[in-house]
């Protein structure tokens, strides 16, 4: 069962509905008990990095994400959830994240032509880097995914497990041992995002 963390920021419902189409079992919870007992924890999020990492502070949620995946649980970070497993985020000032990737979360402005649209939305191909991640079992190199967002990680090379090109390319998906991250959304994402949710059901 993967526990996907219901902290008041996310797509938690159509997460849920990809996850019952691949015929895996969720559970959207704040509760630390179930999320102990999950065998693996989907990390959802939209909005801002300060917003969100003072909500998972505040309800203790991030000692208890931290203490998981340290212990060797898979976890799973999308989107924001997943800006969120760096070490800080650059985000009107500077926040603090849950560490567990090394590296930090700068604007995209920083690094894209300036004549580029911000946010960067729509439909843009994987370059998967070095050896191909478990969450990318059943997908392959140039498959398209669905990208919402105006901030990417800024990370060493062999945390990053694809790229995006928009303007430059940005990090798509990122991981650390059992910790795993996409920027861009799998549950809008077609067969691609679903296929990876499955991988990652797997791990």
């Given at each position: 069962m993967i526990a996907i963390?219901?902290?008041?920021v996310g797509n938690l419902f159509s997460l849920k509905s990809s996850f019952e189409e691949i015929g895996v079992?969720?559970?959207i919870t704040a509760d630390t008990d179930v999320i102990k007992s999950a065998d693996k924890i989907l990390l959802p999020g939209v909005g801002a990095f300060g917003d969100a990492a003072k909500k998972l502070k505040?309800?203790?949620?991030?000692k208890v994400i931290v203490a998981e995946?340290?212990?060797g649980k898979p976890l799973l970070g999308i989107c924001l959830g997943m800006q969120l497993l760096f070490e800080r985020g650059f985000e009107y000032g500077t926040h603090e994240g849950l560490g567990l990737i090394k590296g930090e979360i700068h604007p995209i402005s920083t690094v894209i032509p300036s004549e580029?649209?911000?946010?960067?939305i729509g439909w843009?191909?994987?370059n998967i880097k070095g050896e191909k991640s478990p969450i990318f079992k059943y997908?392959?190199?140039?498959d398209c995914v669905y990208f919402v967002h105006s901030f990417y990680a800024k990370t060493a090379d062999e945390n990053i497990i694809?790229?995006?090109?928009?303007?430059?390319?940005?990090?798509a998906a990122a991981g650390s041992g059992n910790v795993y991250g996409c920027q861009f959304h799998p549950e809008k994402s077609g067969k691609v995002g679903l296929n990876i949710l499955k991988a990652f059901s797997e791990v």
């Open positions: 963390i219901d902290y008041g079992e969720t559970v505040e309800s203790g949620l991030d995946a340290k212990g580029l649209k911000i946010p960067h843009n191909a994987l997908i392959n190199n140039g694809a790229t995006a090109e928009y303007g430059a390319q940005l990090t």
